[in-house]
T-cell receptor, first 113, second 114 residues
Framework: DSGVTQTPKHLITATGQRVTLRCSPR?????VYWYQQSLDQGLQFLIQYYNGEERAKGNILERFSAQQFPDLHSELNLSSLELGDSALYFCASVRGGAEITQYFGPGTRLTVL | QQQVKQSPQSLIVQKGGISIINCAYE??????FPWYQQFPGKGPALLIAIRPDVSEKKEGRFTISFNKSAKQFSLHIMDSQPGDSATYFCAASREETSGSRLTFGEGTQLTVNP
C-alpha cells in the first residue's frame, strides 16, 4: 500500500458527460502528479501540482483540468468525455525537496460508453 | 527528444532464470532513472532507481545497469520467480524547480513460468 488513495475505483459514464476523480496524497507529501494509462499511449504525464499551485503540464487536453486544495488532496476534472478518454488515471505523490520518489495510487478506471 | 524506448514488449522466463529488460533514452538532461513494477489492477510501484553517476545498482535480486555514453539502462532480475510476473516500466525524469515528471517506456509484460 503506497499510502496514496484514489476514488472512485471504477467509473462508467457516457460520452459528453463530466466526471471528477479524487486523489489524496501520502501524509506530508506536497506534490501530486496525474498520469493517464491507456493501451495505445501507455503511461503519460498530465499535470503536476505542488502545495496548491500548478507546476507543470504535460499532454493534458483542454477538456481536462485539475486543482489541489488546501488540505493537499487533488481533483482531476474531465469534461465533454469521448470514447478515447477511457483509460486508467493514476495520481502519484511526492514529498518534495530532496525526496523525488513518486508513489502511485491504485488508480481510477474510467470507461466512457 | 523526451522519449524512452523499452524492449522487449513481452518476456517469458523459466523459474530461476534471469529476466533482462532494456531501455534507451534520448534526452541527455534526464538525471533519474526508476523502474516500476505494476500488477494487474494496481498502480505502479517503485522497484529500484539509479542516477547517472553510478553504472550499476543492486537491491536484492534486482539490478540496474546504466550506460551513460550509450544512453541505455537495463533491469536484471536474477533467480526470477512466478511472483515476479508483472508489467515493468522503465522511466526517466529531469529534476527541475517545477518538479520531476516521469517519462515512461512502453512497458514489458514479464511471465515467469513455474
Amino acid at each position: 500500500d503506497s499510502g496514496v488513495t484514489q476514488t472512485p475505483k471504477h467509473l462508467i459514464t457516457a460520452t459528453g458527460q463530466r466526471v471528477t476523480l479524487r486523489c489524496s496524497p501520502r501524509s506530508g507529501d506536497l506534490s501530486v502528479y496525474w498520469y493517464q494509462q491507456s493501451l495505445d499511449q501507455g503511461l503519460q504525464f498530465l499535470i503536476q501540482y505542488y502545495n496548491g499551485e500548478e507546476r507543470a503540464k504535460g499532454n493534458i487536453l483542454e477538456r481536462f483540468s485539475a486543482q489541489q486544495f488546501p488540505d493537499l488532496h487533488s481533483e482531476l476534472n474531465l469534461s465533454s468525455l469521448e470514447l478515447g478518454d477511457s483509460a486508467l488515471y493514476f495520481c502519484a505523490s511526492v514529498r518534495g525537496g530532496a525526496e523525488i520518489t513518486q508513489y502511485f495510487g491504485p488508480g481510477t478506471r474510467l470507461t466512457v460508453l | 527528444q523526451q522519449q524512452v524506448k523499452q524492449s522487449p514488449q513481452s518476456l517469458i522466463v523459466q523459474k530461476g532464470g534471469i529476466s533482462i529488460i532494456n531501455c534507451a533514452y534520448e534526452n541527455t538532461a534526464f538525471d533519474y532513472f526508476p523502474w516500476y513494477q505494476q500488477f494487474p489492477g494496481k498502480g505502479p510501484a517503485l522497484l529500484i532507481a539509479i542516477r547517472p553517476d553510478v553504472s550499476e545498482k543492486k537491491e536484492g535480486r534486482f539490478t540496474i545497469s546504466f550506460n551513460k555514453s550509450a544512453k541505455q539502462f537495463s533491469l536484471h532480475i536474477m533467480d526470477s520467480q512466478p511472483g515476479d510476473s508483472a508489467t515493468y516500466f522503465c522511466a526517466a525524469s529531469r529534476e527541475e524547480t517545477s518538479g520531476s515528471r516521469l517519462t515512461f517506456g512502453e512497458g514489458t509484460q514479464l511471465t515467469v513460468n513455474p
